[in-house]
């Protein structure tokens, strides 16, 4: 584990790290919501009063006042208000709505249904990210080391003396399944059952995002029409964070396999080639040598 040297003692950082990281999320969670939520406040507002308009003016309705409707309804779209429902409709910007979209920022998943809309908060968002990125890329390095430190520990203990190869196997093949189980079966699921997807449609919100796809047609904790606990999308950031590490590792190895396998591939071709250059070497017969005399 890194260690930070003192004059007379020696810390370990990496708790630092951890409650750095999960203290630089709270505060752009803080600043988001601080930002954002008054403004969001006051465009729900002007949608609202337009929607009023429509309602008591639609017996009269002709298509200009109707393209005009639809502009509103896609301005309102496009800074985060949904134009279902009511006022009554929980906020994009309280804080667990905050705390989410600042681990989409610093992960680089930007699903893009979200963003900030006034100067101030896309001025902060600029600068949180550009802090932000680099911290989480160290902590998903040491919780990456962390995990690869519990594989080697596993594999020292299958390479003594008296256990066979297919144990070594076996045993990388549970760690494989039992993060597979963690990440990308089960929380489909819950997905599923929260969300009312089907479970292919979690699983692809899964996979889409761990990798930092994040195409943003699959959000969680979007639809107005449910009434999601508040620690919600939250729980849902902290398994990311811990997802995106376990998957990066698994595409370390396979990028590693991959190398090794294309490697061997070359040097197998490259032996071939040396083979058949030196039989044919071999196969020629030796050219007559013309002395001239001096």
């Known amino acids: 584990m890194p260690l930070l040297t003192m004059p007379s003692q020696r810390i370990s950082w990496a708790p630092l790290l951890v409650l750095g990281y999960l203290f630089y999320l709270l505060l752009g969670a803080m600043m988001f919501q601080l930002l954002e939520k008054q403004a969001e406040t006051h465009f729900l507002d002007q949608f609202q009063l337009e929607k009023l308009k429509f309602l008591q003016n639609y017996t009269c309705l002709d298509r200009q006042a109707l393209e005009q409707?639809?502009?509103?309804?896609?301005?309102?779209?496009?800074?985060?208000?949904?134009?279902?429902?009511?006022?009554?409709?929980?906020?994009?910007?309280?804080?667990?709505?905050?705390?989410?979209?600042?681990?989409?920022?610093?992960?680089?998943?930007?699903?893009?249904?979200?963003?900030?809309?006034?100067v101030a908060g896309q001025i902060f968002c600029v600068f949180y990210a550009l802090f932000g990125v680099p911290l989480n890329l160290a902590f998903l390095n040491q919780l990456g080391k962390g995990l690869n430190a519990h594989l080697l520990t596993l594999e020292r203990w299958v390479q003594k003396p008296g256990r066979a190869q297919v144990v070594q196997t076996l045993a990388v093949a549970i760690f494989l399944t039992t993060g597979t189980l963690l990440f990308l079966v089960f929380p489909p699921l819950v997905f599923s059952y929260v969300e009312g997807w089907s479970?292919?449609?979690?699983?692809?919100?899964?996979?889409?995002?761990?990798?930092?796809?994040?195409?943003?047609?699959?959000?969680?904790?979007?639809?107005?029409?449910?009434?999601?606990?508040?620690?919600?999308?939250?729980?849902?950031?902290?398994?990311?964070?811990?997802?995106?590490?376990?998957?990066?590792?698994?595409?370390?190895?396979?990028?590693?396999?991959?190398?090794?396998?294309?490697?061997?591939?070359?040097?197998?071709?490259?032996?071939?080639?040396?083979?058949?250059?030196?039989?044919?070497?071999?196969?020629?017969?030796?050219?007559?040598?013309?002395?001239?005399?001096?």
């Open 69 to 118: 409707f639809v502009q509103v309804l896609m301005e309102a779209w496009e800074k985060g208000v949904n134009p279902e429902g009511n006022s009554t409709n929980p906020s994009n910007w309280d804080f667990s709505n905050s705390f989410f979209f600042a681990g989409t920022v610093v992960t680089t998943i930007g699903y893009g249904n979200l963003s900030p809309n006034t």
């Open 199 to 294: 479970y292919g449609e979690g699983f692809y919100f899964t996979f889409i995002t761990l990798s930092t796809i994040g195409f943003g047609d699959y959000v969680v904790g979007t639809n107005p029409n449910k009434h999601y606990i508040p620690i919600y999308r939250s729980l849902t950031a902290i398994w990311i964070v811990f997802g995106l590490a376990w998957l990066a590792l698994v595409f370390n190895v396979g990028a590693d396999l991959m190398e090794k396998f294309l490697q061997l591939k070359w040097h197998k071709s490259d032996l071939s080639l040396t083979e058949g250059a030196t039989t044919k070497l071999e196969d020629e017969p030796e050219q007559p040598r013309i002395h001239i005399p001096s």
